[in-house]
């Protein structure tokens, strides 16, 4: 048997390698309308960089080993650090605030299932130096352009969106001690996926009473509105009620309103987030979230050594392009080949004015094909065919030494008479359709 990929990591065929290619470029032209520019770090890093920010404990994810210089090292499983460390390092000369993006590929040793494997590239995108709340909403936006530039609408994602500063004052004005918040979390986090009478045990097992518990389970379907005519009027929570109101306001300007589903639900597993955070899911419930983030203002001085406020998102290629070939959305592998240039191996100047006109054809910007081996002219044309070439061009040499040209394309055929006529017809050529 020949040998495979190891588990969890992906061959890119051709055609898997332009589907890649889509999304990347995707992401890229988006972002870029943001006003974020693109960064990159190195693939490997010192294990210290991950456990500084997630314990020892994430080792068991990770592919570490010691490099030859002895340094414990790992293959990058995220890009936050990387992002924290660089950032740190000029922080000082960077202008304010900073709009970054990056697509690196990521490596975790984690049981390979639907949506994750041990390899994926990924879009980072993060927001440094701005703790006002248009920031978060700015954030969200270019996450949702994104999902409109699939040719995904509103009723095939949704954001959900959270406050952790809003979800505490609420625990707080429901009487939840700061103990209890970990297993709170815990719970909400599962609210959807555990039964309801299982998600009541674990509140009551951290000490909460019956009222208490019954209205933290309310909180899988409470929307805004009514949340802010219940607690709205409460000193502890009406602040981050306003703040919140504030970014929905935002959003509606922005024209991402329709995306959004409030959901206290979504606490995010990483400790770090300090203020709203989101994750954007198919409607269906099919595939697992699709993007995720939020702002963590305390992350950049505990790995960067950088006091300044951030925001950020991540969104996977794999979840991402399941979901578009679900639901129709990941355009068809197109023929790479505008032209395929064919001769008869009879005629004069074979295969030189042949490759003449290829030359000729490629100066001018387009993908050009030909027979590499003397064939019939037949044979050429059905090699053209199987190719997938948008056009042919046939080149036909006088016995007074001149060249002529036929172009076959899907609207009929092209007489040209010279090279000068060849070229000026491949200027206005370039993604003829068959």
């Known amino acids: 048997m020949p040998p495979k990929p190891l588990p969890g990591f992906r061959d890119f065929y051709p055609e898997q390698l332009a589907e890649r290619a889509y999304i990347f470029d995707t992401?890229?032209?988006?972002?870029?309308?943001?006003?974020?520019?693109?960064?990159?770090?190195?693939?490997?890093?010192?294990?210290?960089?991950?456990?500084?920010?997630?314990?020892?404990?994430?080792?068991?994810?990770?592919?570490?080993?010691?490099?030859?210089?002895?340094?414990?090292?790992?293959?990058?499983?995220?890009?936050?650090?990387?992002?924290?460390?660089?950032?740190?390092?000029?922080?000082?000369a960077l202008r304010k605030p900073v709009r970054w993006f990056s697509l690196p590929q990521l490596f975790r040793y984690e049981r390979t299932q639907k949506g994750r494997l041990r390899e994926h590239f990924q879009l980072n995108v993060d927001i440094v130096g701005e703790a006002d709340v248009l920031a978060d909403a700015e954030l969200l936006s270019v996450a949702i352009d994104i999902m409109r530039a699939l040719q995904l609408t509103s009723h095939d994602v949704k954001a959900r969106v959270s406050d952790r500063r809003l979800l505490n004052a609420l625990l707080t004005h429901l009487g939840v001690v700061d103990s209890a918040l970990p297993a709170v979390y815990a719970v909400l986090d599962k609210l959807e996926r555990q039964p309801?009478?299982?998600?009541?045990?674990?509140?009551?097992?951290?000490?909460?009473?019956?009222a208490v518990q019954e209205a933290i389970l309310g909180f899988a379907t409470l929307d805004f509105q009514t949340l802010r005519a219940t607690y709205g009027?409460?000193?502890?929570?009406?602040?981050?009620?306003?703040?919140?109101?504030?970014?929905?306001?935002?959003?509606?300007?922005?024209?991402?309103?329709?995306?959004?589903?409030?959901?206290?639900?979504?606490?995010?597993?990483?400790?770090?987030?300090?203020?709203?955070?989101?994750?954007?899911?198919?409607?269906?419930?099919?595939?697992?979230?699709?993007?995720?983030?939020g702002r963590y203002d305390n992350l950049l001085a505990s790995l960067g050594?950088?006091?300044?406020?951030?925001?950020?998102?991540?969104?996977?290629?794999?979840?991402?392009?399941?979901l578009l070939r679900a639901r129709g959305r990941m355009p068809?592998?197109?023929?790479?080949?505008?032209?395929?240039?064919?001769?008869?191996?009879?005629?004069?100047?074979?295969?030189?004015?042949?490759?003449?006109?290829?030359?000729?054809?490629?100066?001018?910007?387009?993908?050009?094909?030909?027979?590499?081996?003397?064939?019939?002219?037949?044979?050429?044309?059905?090699?053209a065919k199987k190719a997938g070439a948008r056009n042919v061009i046939v080149v036909e040499p006088s016995d007074d030494g001149t060249v002529s040209y036929r172009a076959r394309t899907a609207s009929g055929e092209v007489a040209l008479d010279n090279i000068e006529a060849l070229t000026g017809w491949a200027s206005t050529t370039t993604g003829i359709a068959t």
């Open 305 to 322: 050594g950088t006091d300044l406020p951030a925001l950020g998102f991540g969104m996977g290629d794999v979840v991402l392009g399941e």
């Open 233 to 293: 009027t409460s000193e502890i929570v009406a602040p981050h009620v306003a703040r919140f109101a504030e970014y929905l306001s935002h959003g509606t300007a922005l024209g991402i309103d329709e995306w959004i589903r409030f959901d206290l639900t979504i606490v995010r597993g990483l400790a770090y987030y300090t203020g709203i955070v989101f994750e954007l899911f198919d409607a269906v419930g099919e595939f697992r979230a699709i993007c995720g983030g």
């Open 196 to 210: 309801r009478e299982i998600s009541a045990e674990k509140l009551g097992e951290a000490g909460l009473t019956g």
């Open 27 to 92: 992401w890229r032209r988006v972002v870029r309308r943001y006003a974020f520019v693109e960064y990159d770090g190195p693939p490997l890093e010192s294990l210290d960089l991950y456990t500084q920010k997630s314990g020892d404990e994430i080792v068991t994810q990770l592919y570490n080993f010691v490099d030859k210089g002895g340094r414990d090292v790992a293959l990058r499983p995220e890009m936050t650090p990387t992002f924290a460390r660089m950032v740190g390092a000029r922080a000082q």
């Open 332 to 383: 068809a592998v197109g023929a790479a080949i505008d032209v395929w240039v064919a001769q008869s191996p009879e005629s004069r100047e074979y295969p030189a004015a042949s490759l003449q006109a290829a030359t000729a054809l490629r100066a001018g910007g387009l993908a050009v094909e030909f027979a590499l081996r003397s064939q019939r002219i037949e044979k050429q044309f059905e090699a």
